[in-house]
């Protein structure tokens, strides 16, 4: 599993009509907030705190079979994967993502980020379930959720570009560096 996979299982339509922009700034905030949502969860796991918590939400999340509509997604469950992500971040990660220039169309991070959240963490789930069970404490070290979280990126290099995506480990880079400490 790629990024690229991840946001082909986005109803980026429906996203695009719910909050009235166009199918290309619909896109771009998907990958953007999607690439924040994976970087974050990335960072959380680099502790074995956080990758504990990450395999708790995980196997919560285990069996997901995609959304074809932002009705499809629970955003209550969103809201809390996005505070539990972030942490006391989360303002300073929307309001970033939020005055992004590629993303100036009018998306509210705030509102999307609880619909994207549900969806990368079931797809996660899936791709983690597949590589032969828990691997929690395991963040930092081979195998497991790290692997997954980083091959989401190319390897995890947040300098990279993920194949083919446009560089959004340097879109992780740049949202997550001044709020998380320098991850380039």
């Given amino acids: 599993m790629d990024f690229d996979e ?11 009509k719910r909050f009235g922009v166009s199918h290309q700034v619909a896109q771009q905030a998907v990958k953007e907030g999607g ?6 969860l990335s ?3 680099e502790s ?3 990758s504990a918590a990450i395999e708790k939400a995980l196997s919560r999340h285990e069996g997901f079979s995609g959304v074809s509509s932002v009705d499809d997604v629970d955003r209550g469950d969103g809201e809390k994967i996005v505070k539990h992500v ?5 303002k300073d990660v929307v309001e970033k993502l939020t005055a992004s220039e590629k993303t100036a169309g009018g998306i509210d991070f705030g509102k999307l980020l609880p619909i994207l959240a549900p969806i990368i963490l079931g797809l996660i789930a899936n791709a983690n379930k ?3 069970g828990s691997s ?5 070290q081979g195998g497991g959720l790290g692997d997954i979280l980083g091959g989401l990126f190319g390897g995890g290099s947040s300098s990279g570009s993920a194949s083919g995506s446009g560089g959004m480990g340097d879109v992780v880079g740049d949202i ?9």
């Fill in 6 to 16: 991840i946001l082909k299982q986005v109803p980026v339509d429906d996203i695009a």
């Fill in 35 to 40: 690439a924040a949502l994976v970087g974050g």
């Fill in 43 to 45: 960072k959380n796991a």
């Fill in 48 to 50: 074995d705190e956080g």
């Fill in 86 to 90: 972030f942490g006391d971040k989360e």
């Fill in 130 to 132: 597949g590589k032969g």
């Fill in 136 to 140: 929690t404490g395991s963040g930092s």
């Fill in 176 to 184: 997550l560096g001044g709020l998380f400490g320098n991850r380039r």
